[in-house]
């Protein structure tokens, strides 16, 4: 089972607000990923980071920000949330040692902005 | 851009049958296939990872198998139960210095006991 860690799981939280989603991981990963999806739609990835201090837009357009500041940690921050944020938000992981590049998950934070 | 596509979207079978799900792209230039499995409302979990140059693989009840040439695998699962209803997810990784997945929209399975 892959250890990589999401809090919180349910946030719901008025417009305006600034909010971080955390995501963490403990398998010595390099390369980072948050993914968005809404119901029934697929994954689009927003961010990815390739190591510390790399971090890329992805291919769907996000007002949200990221950092990598240790390998473990990624962090998703929207300064000020819109009920067009609620989603689910999916972060994930892969590399390591003779990679194969398989993407681990973790379990979603699922946001609710009102 | 890579697209993937899985048909079909939804199937619901009885307890015991063997099933296949589809799954397509359109760039065969990919570095490996990897499907998944996600229950309402959790995270995805990773069932199979099938390299570029592999052309099946197995754990359990599952058999996956890839034909890069044609843009096409297919996840085969064997005798299923009714824990097996979740929706089913492909998706690619195209290679390079690009370590993205392209998913499709996945195909929702529900085994009827």
């Known amino acids: 089972e892959a250890d990589i860690y999401q809090t919180p799981r349910y946030l719901v939280i008025g417009t305006g607000k600034k909010i971080t989603l955390e995501c963490s991981q403990t398998?010595?990963?390099?390369?980072m990923y948050w993914y968005q999806q809404d119901p029934g739609m697929e994954l689009h990835l927003i961010h990815y980071?390739?190591?510390?201090?790399?971090?890329e837009k992805g291919d769907l357009s996000s007002e949200s920000t990221v950092s990598r500041i240790r390998t473990e940690h990624f962090p998703l921050t929207l300064e000020s949330a819109r009920p067009s944020h609620t989603s689910q938000y999916l972060c994930?992981?892969?590399?390591?040692?003779?990679?194969?590049?398989?993407?681990?998950f973790g379990p979603g934070t699922r946001l609710t902005v009102t | 851009k890579q697209e993937v596509t899985q048909i079909p979207a939804a199937l619901s079978v009885p307890e015991g049958e063997n099933l296949v799900l589809n799954c397509s792209f359109t760039?065969?230039?990919?570095?490996?296939l990897q499907w998944f499995r996600q229950d309402p409302g959790k995270g995805l979990t990773s069932l199979l990872l099938i390299q570029s140059s592999q052309r099946e693989q197995t754990s359990g009840r599952l058999n996956a198998s890839l034909d890069k040439s044609s843009g096409r695998s297919t996840l085969y699962i064997a005798a299923s139960q009714p824990g097996d209803s979740a929706t089913y997810l492909c998706a690619v990784h195209s290679g390079g210095s690009n370590y993205k997945l392209t998913f499709g929209k996945g195909t929702l399975l529900t085994v009827n006991p």
């Open positions: 980071s390739y190591g510390v201090n790399s971090t």
């Open positions: 994930a992981s892969s590399g390591g040692q003779g990679a194969t590049y398989e993407q681990y």
């Open positions: 398998m010595g990963h390099d390369k």
């Open positions: 760039d065969s230039a990919i570095y490996n």
